[in-house]
């Protein structure tokens, strides 16, 4: 194997850019974007070998520095990449020939650093499991017991009035809950399951509690 691309070699990196989503390696987002940065950097060097500085990276995938730092190096745990020297302006990275790639640990054992606030919870249903845990898979407004078949998603902050899909807004709870709030604010919508007796006061200052902690962002779904 040669340091020149050749069309079969790209071919195989490109395959092995989507094989990423594959359980064998499941690295997080950042770390996919990373990589096809150094693909892209790759082919525009006719090189698996290249140089790369981390500003380069942070201008292509958007990410801090530091984040890239950090998902250079899980790629190079997985073995997709491997930097071979580290300086002080930047690296240099070879990047795995797939035909002879092999995960060097399980999926379970990588850290994902997810940048959460970048994820759009309501679009991205991947995540329901990390929401119905951050609420012990009760909705929020009625306490009633959810699992991934019956949840629905709710903008807690209506997106008619401006809320976004982040961490911060977006809540599970019941069909029947989510049709009748509506476009209501979720503060409003629990005050008015409180007035009309389907909240007891305990139960009323508990998730109201709860609801703070979730919009303030102190109370992060685990990815």
Do not use: W
Not at 100 to 105: K, N
Not at 189 to 215: N, P, V
Request: some cysteine.
């Amino acid at each position: 194997m040669t340091n020149v691309l050749e069309v079969r070699t790209f071919d195989r990196l490109t395959e092995a850019a989507f094989a990423l989503a594959f359980p064998a390696t499941n690295p997080s987002s950042i770390d996919r974007l990373v990589f096809l940065a150094l693909l892209y950097r790759a082919v525009l060097e006719s090189s698996l070998v290249v140089e790369v500085k981390l500003a380069s990276l942070t201008a292509t995938t958007g990410y801090s520095s530091t984040t890239c730092r950090e998902a250079l190096r899980r790629l190079e745990i997985i073995g997709l990449a491997k930097n071979e020297q580290r300086g002080r302006f930047g690296n240099r990275v070879r990047i795995t020939d797939p035909a002879s790639f092999a995960p060097t640990i399980e999926a379970t054992e990588i850290s994902q650093n997810v940048d959460i606030e970048r994820v759009d919870f309501f679009k991205d249903r991947a995540h329901i499991a990390a929401l119905l845990a951050r609420q012990n898979s009760l909705c929020l407004y009625s306490l009633c017991r959810l699992d991934e078949s019956t949840v629905e998603l709710d903008h807690f902050q209506p997106s008619s009035k401006g809320g976004d899909g982040s961490h911060r807004n977006i809540v599970v709870c019941t069909f029947d809950s989510n049709k009748s709030k509506g476009d209501k604010d979720g503060f409003e919508f629990l005050r008015e399951r409180f007035r009309k007796g389907f909240l007891s006061e305990d139960e009323f200052e508990k998730q109201m509690e709860l609801a703070l902690s979730i919009t303030e962002g102190r109370l992060l779904p685990n990815l």
